[in-house]
């Protein structure tokens, strides 16, 4: 746990959000700032800065965030419709919160290329 990081807070239930899914691993809350109908953060329990931090060490974490991803989005009715898991990485991606995380985005045509 970062002291001074958002996604830390949330992990640790300091700052509340609307959890969807909770395991040892990860935790999948709403965005708060939703960019499709529906739009969720998978976001690791454990501090990562950005995805050019991950090591071996995370390969199962990171298979384990798209299984997670299909099933959220299984339950929550739009896996057939279709998806789309976006990881933003550094200041060109995107990137504004300083722990990794991934975009589950659906419920609507996303368009492509990304802007
Ligand atoms: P990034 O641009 O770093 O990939 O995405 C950060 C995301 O975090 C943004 O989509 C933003 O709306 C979301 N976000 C920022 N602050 C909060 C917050 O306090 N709670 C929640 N649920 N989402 C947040
Ligand atoms: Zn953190």
Redesign the pocket.
């Known amino acids: 746990m970062e002291s001074d990081c958002?996604f830390c807070k949330?992990v640790a239930g300091e700052?509340p959000?609307t959890i969807h899914y909770d395991d040892e691993k990860l935790i999948v809350?709403?965005?708060?700032?939703p960019k499709a109908p529906h739009h969720l953060?998978i976001v690791p329990k454990k501090h990562i800065r950005s995805a050019v931090e991950l090591t071996e060490q995370d390969n199962e974490l990171v298979g384990h965030i798209y299984q997670v991803a299909a099933k959220v989005a299984t339950d929550m009715g739009f896996a057939d419709a279709g998806f789309r898991v976006v990881n933003?990485c550094n200041e060109d991606g995107?990137?504004?919160?300083w722990h990794i995380?991934f975009?589950l985005l659906g419920g609507r045509k996303l368009t492509w290329p990304p802007g």
């Not at 809350?29 to 700032?33: C, N, R, S, T, V």
């Not at 995107?94 to 919160?97: L, P």
Request: aromatic share 6%; charged share 20%.
């Open positions: 958002l949330i700052i959000a809350f709403e965005d708060i700032d953060l933003n995107g990137q504004v919160v995380h975009h």
